[in-house]
């Protein structure tokens, strides 16, 4: 038996934060594969169903995001299972927007439900770590984790979290590598938009030219003593 842990906070208000992901990746498993309605168990919601020939149990801590270890721990100890036979989907800061990495172990990361889990189950679980991307300064970071998804980041986020639900058997089988590049297929560039990309310099023109093309080049006088200074600096006749 395995199960998958999905992580966010309870609660309409924060459905669609991007603290919640793994919440929607959750939810999309269940959905792609037929589990069983979602049920209240070891103080969260909890289905099940199978992958793989597996029976798998997916869990959505109701605890809220920092004591999510104390349901996650219940389950756990309920069926006799080990961190070996656990893997959490979560948000990630220090991943770009979409893509997605498999460890097994490692730091918590400043992540306060990784770092519950870690305190009642251990570090030797598989972490699914799903790039909401970073907002570029720590004091940004509350908002942007329990912030929603913006309608642009649709355009990653269906297809990334389709793929997760396509591919939930490669992670039971513990096929981690084919799981990535599954993903890193179904969402092209991991997410990133090219609209803020340094595009490459045109050949001839100065940066200044190219930063600020609507400015007209300057018109030299072809008339007067200026003019003939001019002709005589360049030596045009």
Not at 192 to 198: A, F, L, S, V
């Amino acid at each position: 038996m395995l199960v998958i842990a999905g992580l966010g906070n309870p609660g309409a208000k924060h459905a669609n934060n991007r603290h919640n992901v793994g919440f929607m990746a959750a939810d999309a498993i269940a959905r792609r594969h037929s589990f069983s309605p979602w049920s209240k168990k070891f103080q969260a919601e909890v289905a099940s169903g199978t992958l793989a020939g597996e029976k798998v149990l997916l869990v959505k801590p109701q605890t809220f995001m920092n004591l999510s270890g104390q349901s996650v721990g219940e389950a756990l100890r309920f069926h006799k299972l080990s961190p070996s036979d656990l893997v959490v989907l979560y948000d990630e800061l220090d991943l770009a927007p979409g893509k997605v990495r498999v460890k097994t172990g490692g730091g918590a990361g400043g992540h306060n439900g990784i770092r519950s889990l870690d305190a009642h189950v251990g570090k030797d679980y598989r972490r699914v770590r799903i790039g909401i991307g970073h907002p570029g300064i720590k004091e940004m970071v509350q908002n942007h984790v329990l912030g929603d998804f913006a309608k642009a980041d649709r355009i990653w986020l269906d297809p990334l979290l389709d793929a997760i639900a396509d591919n939930a058997e490669m992670l039971v089988r513990g096929d981690d590598n084919g799981f990535m590049n599954k993903l890193s297929l179904a969402v092209p560039g991991g997410g990133r938009r090219d609209d803020g990309e340094e595009k490459p310099a045109q050949p001839g023109r100065s940066h200044i030219r190219q930063a600020r093309p609507q400015q007209p080049a300057a018109k030299l006088p072809e008339t007067g003593p200026m003019a003939a200074m001019l002709k005589k600096l360049l030596g045009k006749d």
